[in-house]
């Protein structure tokens, strides 16, 4: 199982729609291929009426239906438990899945999936990578989405167009690019060629490429694009999440109760900081009430709003601002200089250290695992695992018995076990767990983690240590105790022969 958003994000309303009402075309074995061959451009939901995620995604479904219906861009679906066989040919194997279909030929969506963020994905699909912006659309396509670029030219192959063209070609799912070469429309937006211009629907509505267009190639455009695309500060929940995920950023949550009147002056006070720090830092605020056990997990142990705390997404690391402290535009603005020029320690949330370790498995635990797993003088062998993972549940009983093979030498090597959600690696760990469960090795005197990829049987998790540990495995043999049964009866036969001699 692998974790691409968090599982707090996950939770999504379901709203009852009119069906009667619907301007979405829905599809069948009789009409699915006619359909989909005749249309330039189609998106098509495959879904189950069962499906939870189905239900929560048909109300924007049909807002999206309707807007793009004006645009003459249709959606459809099609029911897979009416037309089994229909979405069993087309390779459907989870439910909803959307593919965006082109005079039949079919790719994946990789949309958003609110009203909004299906209808911009759609019109961007509708449009060439790179659109020609005359005088009479100039102003309707600059606020056509919240990420606009226009490069205004001397002519459509001067520099930068072929770089810009490629930034465009790898990024029309996520932002509209335009092109410019009437002199005049250049001169009436207030820009000189050659110039590149972003126009977007928050923050600063209007910036301009800051260095000579002229010699920039693609990666400078994508790196330029993607740092304005990122609100100063702005809402993170399921749909946006991954944008930020991408950005490769910290991530500073401001945990807010939207219902709260003084919402908006809270997000207020955290903006100035968020605008000074813009460029190291991401900054967002979340809706507390809906995402409280997102909050736990960021080591926040309180319902205590307004809360505030930095996460660093690569290494996982959580920051939290101190929740019986109040949340100030100086507080936070110290915390944050305090984050960027290192000087703070990351919160290590850590199950209390077992005071005995009698079972075959050493149970880890965040305050324990460097001293047991940077120990030098064992071999390690380590899962990594969720109470709530089935796989994990299917493990256990092989991973116990590997742990009583090697009970006789757990000073030689460590069979261990380490809760995931329940501890934190330290920031000395080289990586980050992200499925479950996930095994790794590290021999006696080495720092580095060997990754065991194989079956979960048995007899290929020892092989696996055999081949792997540095100690000898070799399990002494133990010697029999002097009141065992077996031990005497030698000496009762011997007791019993003497006797019969005397007789």
């Not at 793009?68 to 009416?82: Q, R, S």
């Not at 133990?478 to 001699?501: L, M, N, S, T, W």
Request: some cysteine; overall charge negative.
């Amino acid at each position: 199982m692998r974790l691409v958003v968090p599982a707090s994000f996950l939770t999504l309303a379901s709203l009852v729609f009119a069906e009667a009402a619907s301007d979405v075309i829905s599809l069948t074995a009789a009409n699915f291929e006619s359909s989909v061959n005749s249309e330039p451009l189609l998106l098509v939901e495959f879904f189950a009426p069962w499906c939870g995620h189905c239900k929560a995604l048909a109300p924007h479904y049909e807002e999206a239906a309707t807007t793009l219906k004006e645009k003459n861009i249709k959606l459809a679906k099609v029911d897979c438990v009416e037309e089994a066989d229909l979405c069993q040919s087309k390779g459907i194997q989870g439910y909803p899945t959307l593919k965006v279909y082109r005079n039949g030929k079919d790719s994946e969506y990789n949309g958003p999936r609110k009203a909004d963020g299906i209808v911009s994905y759609m019109v961007k699909q509708s449009l060439p990578a790179v659109s020609d912006v005359t005088a009479d659309k100039h102003e309707e396509f600059t606020k056509a989405d919240k990420i606009v670029a226009i490069a205004y030219l001397p002519s459509s192959t001067a520099a930068p167009a072929p770089e810009f063209s490629a930034a465009a070609e790898a990024h029309r799912d996520d932002y509209l690019f335009g092109i410019v070469t009437d002199q005049d429309v250049a001169a009436a937006a207030g820009v000189t060629p050659p110039a590149i211009v972003v126009y977007r629907s928050f923050d600063e509505p209007r910036t301009e490429y800051p260095y000579p267009v002229s010699g920039t190639n693609k990666k400078e455009l994508e790196d330029w694009i993607a740092e304005l695309a990122i609100p100063i500060i702005d809402e993170v929940n399921g749909e946006t999440y991954g944008l930020y995920a991408k950005s490769g950023k910290p991530l500073a949550y401001l945990f807010i109760d939207p219902s709260k009147p003084e919402k908006d002056a809270q997000i207020e006070l955290i903006k100035p900081v968020a605008k000074k720090y813009k460029s190291k830092v991401n900054f967002v605020w979340i809706d507390a009430v809906k995402y409280g056990d997102h909050g736990k997990a960021l080591n926040l142990p309180d319902t205590n709003w307004p809360s505030f705390v930095v996460q660093d997404l690569d290494k996982q690391l959580k920051y939290p601002f101190d929740q019986t402290k109040a949340i100030t535009t100086e507080a936070i603005g110290e915390f944050l200089e305090s984050y960027v020029t290192g000087k703070l320690e990351p919160s290590l949330k850590s199950q209390p250290i077992p005071e005995t370790q009698d079972e075959p498995v050493y149970t880890l635990v965040g305050k324990n695992f460097e001293e047991v797993v940077f120990d030098d003088s064992k071999d390690v062998f380590v899962e990594f695992y969720a109470t709530w993972c089935g796989h994990c549940k299917r493990l256990k009983p092989t991973w116990d018995q590997l742990g009583e093979k090697y009970a006789a030498i757990k000073d030689k090597i460590v069979i261990a076990k380490f809760e995931v959600p329940e501890n934190d690696l330290p920031p000395t760990v080289p990586f980050r767990i992200s499925g479950f469960p996930t095994l790794k090795f590290k021999a006696a005197g080495s720092k580095e983690f060997v990754d065991y990829e194989g079956d979960r049987s048995l007899e290929s998790l020892v092989s696996f240590v055999e081949a792997n540990a540095k100690n000898s495995l070799e399990i002494p043999k133990a010697e029999p105790k002097a009141d065992e049964p077996e031990a005497q009866k030698p000496v009762e036969k011997e007791a019993e022969g003497i006797h019969r001699e005397e007789l």
